[in-house]
């Protein structure tokens, strides 16, 4: 296999450069065991993998890795088909696979530990499978095994009962697996130590299930605390409002002291280069402590959005949107460090960063609102209603029209000129808004779709200013009636010139609305590029009514 030697070493506080270049399996082993923990912690799954089996100390460098890492490798490449890793596992380890993988809610999924213990039983010597049983968390343990038990009182039950019908076959062929696996481990179990058997067994059938899930639930919650997994509604905090420009930039935040140092962080944060991590914001305890602050940050998202942290996928999407809003909480702040040179930037955490990065797109969404209550709102043209639809998502989204008008769907907000951008759209909305409420004057309300009115199209704003445009062009008060045939004809005559806009007329126009409101001119360029695209390049000939965008014409 081809093996990558990294082009950077670290001693102690010192990095050291040197040529990257493909290494064998041997100049592999002859690595320090720290170089060796880094570039596997650092591989994809399937390499991750390799390299632990060509590892001469493979069972060292697995207990090293974080159980997070592991379950992924587990659930990348099939758990049956790498159970030999299990082998290499430590009790705690083991324990928070059940954590991040056999619990429904506060329940204890019996199907996917089954899964587990499968596995342990095929990959796992007999006395290392029992020592990683014996080594979880004692009520754990109790309840799986009082799982096992009623997997076995079932067996018997449908033993009793009539034959199970042809159709349910594959089901009964289910049962009789789960049956093999917890009958395998409950022996396991009496064979190794028939006293700790005896005692599992006596305080199984005595307690209380849900007594015990209860407990059990409370102490995997605690676990999944220490590798960055909150309670959900504590995760949630996370997407708080907070305002950045009160932000204060001399604070020094406490870090975690929290992290399971003792092992190496997830790939997932291993992978990133180091260009990708904000160094203008480090850890102050050095890189290890940054890529555990940064797992603990994709984690909490994952809880927050009710994603699995064994999906790999899911953790490259997420990772993906942390470091986007990173980038622009830290672009944010440092805009606001240079109008206070003396700030100091390095005390904020990772975390602070990343609600400010989100806050920015918070505080679209509360602009985009506020213009829902207006008279405007439900006659805004397509695109700046599509825009404001997404920033009203609860993960306000980059609308893809602001780059190109012809485009539409959304993506993520990556970059604090997407924040800039929509907030000069929104812009132009307010002031769509102050033109229509302030100085136009039209009741808008007459233009609204009625149920059972037969009307099916909708009136749009550049419609109403247009069509009032187009009035006042004729020699008419600037209201917007709808205009007839002739007017049509007569119309097209006075703004047209070899099939386009007369440049008069926008430049008129422009200055006309901008006197009214600052920004007016904008919105009178977007109007006119109607007129220009669907109304100019017309033949006097081909004025049909029916199919003249921009303008309202009476039947």
């Known amino acids: 296999m081809k093996i990558d030697l990294p082009s950077e070493k670290h001693v102690h506080h010192l990095t050291l450069l040197r040529q990257p270049r493909a290494i064998t399996t041997a100049e592999f082993n002859a690595l320090s065991f720290e170089e060796r923990l880094h570039i596997i912690s650092s591989q994809e799954s399937k390499e991750k993998y390799q390299l632990i089996c060509a590892a001469k100390d493979g ?8 159980p997070q890492d592991l379950l992924l490798l587990f659930k990348d490449l099939g758990l049956r088909e790498v ?5 290499m596992v430590t009790p705690e380890q083991f324990t928070n696979f059940i954590d991040f993988d056999c619990w429904d809610g506060d329940r204890l999924n019996a199907v996917n530990v089954l899964e587990w213990l499968e596995a342990l039983l095929e990959g796992a010597e007999a006395d290392k499978a029992f020592a990683l049983l014996k080594g979880m968390d004692p009520a754990l343990l109790t309840l799986v095994v009082k799982n096992l038990l009623a997997v076995l009182e079932e067996r018997e039950e449908d033993n009793e009962g009539k034959e199970e019908e042809e159709e349910e076959e594959e089901e009964g062929q289910t049962k009789s697996e789960a049956f093999k696996t917890a009958e395998a481990t409950l022996k396991l ?10 005692e599992l067994f006596l305080v199984a059938v005595s307690e209380c299930e849900s ?6 639930y409370r102490f995997q919650q605690g676990r999944l605390q220490d590798q960055g997994f909150p309670e959900y509604w504590e995760a949630r905090k996370i997407y708080l409002y907070l305002d950045p420009d009160r932000l204060a930039l001399n604070r020094t935040e406490k870090k975690s002291s929290g992290y399971p140092l003792e092992t190496t962080p997830p790939g997932f944060v291993a992978r990133i280069n180091d260009n990708e991590v904000d160094s203008e914001f480090p850890a102050s305890e050095g890189p290890q402590e940054l890529m555990w602050e940064m797992a603990f940050l994709v984690n909490k998202v994952l809880v927050a959005d009710g994603l699995s942290s064994g999906d790999s996928e899911q953790i490259r999407e997420v990772l993906a949107e942390v470091k986007d809003y990173l980038h622009i909480g830290r672009l944010f702040t440092l805009e606001r460090r240079e109008a206070n040179p003396e700030a100091n930037l390095k005390g904020l955490g990772l975390e602070t960063l990343f609600r400010v990065g989100f806050s920015l797109t918070l505080r679209l969404g509360k602009r985009s609102q506020a ?5 405007i709102r439900p006659f805004l043209d397509g695109p700046f209603r599509e825009f404001l639809k997404c920033l009203e998502l609860p993960k306000p989204r980059f609308y893809i029209g602001m780059e190109n008008i012809c485009s539409s769907g959304n993506r993520r907000f990556t970059t604090l000129d997407d924040i800039r951008k929509a907030e000069q759209w929104l812009a132009k909305i307010e002031t769509q808004q102050r033109l229509f409420e302030n100085h136009f004057g039209f009741d808008l309300s007459l233009f609204a779709l ?6 099916t199209e909708e009136v749009v704003l550049s419609d109403i200013f247009l069509t009032a445009l187009a009035n006042r062009l004729l020699g008419r008060k600037f209201y917007p009636s709808p205009l007839t045939t002739q007017d049509i004809h007569q119309l097209h005559n006075q703004v047209s010139s070899d099939g386009k806009l007369r440049t008069e007329l926008r430049e008129d126009t422009a200055a006309w609305l901008e006197s009214m409101e600052k920004g007016g001119c904008e919105f009178a360029s977007f109007c006119l590029e109607v007129w220009e695209e669907e109304f100019c390049p017309l033949k006097q000939n081909a004025l049909d009514p029916a199919y003249i965008g921009g303008l309202l014409i009476g039947s």
Do not use: Y
């Open 189 to 198: 179990i009496q064979n190794q130590d028939p006293q700790t058997f005896h």
């Open 83 to 87: 159970s030999d890793i299990l082998d």
């Open 211 to 216: 007594s015990l899930e209860e407990e059990v």
């Open 371 to 375: 213009l829902g209550e207006t008279t």
């Open 450 to 455: 009625e149920p059972g009115s037969g009307k």
């Open 59 to 66: 069972t060292r460098i697995v207990t090293k890795l974080a």
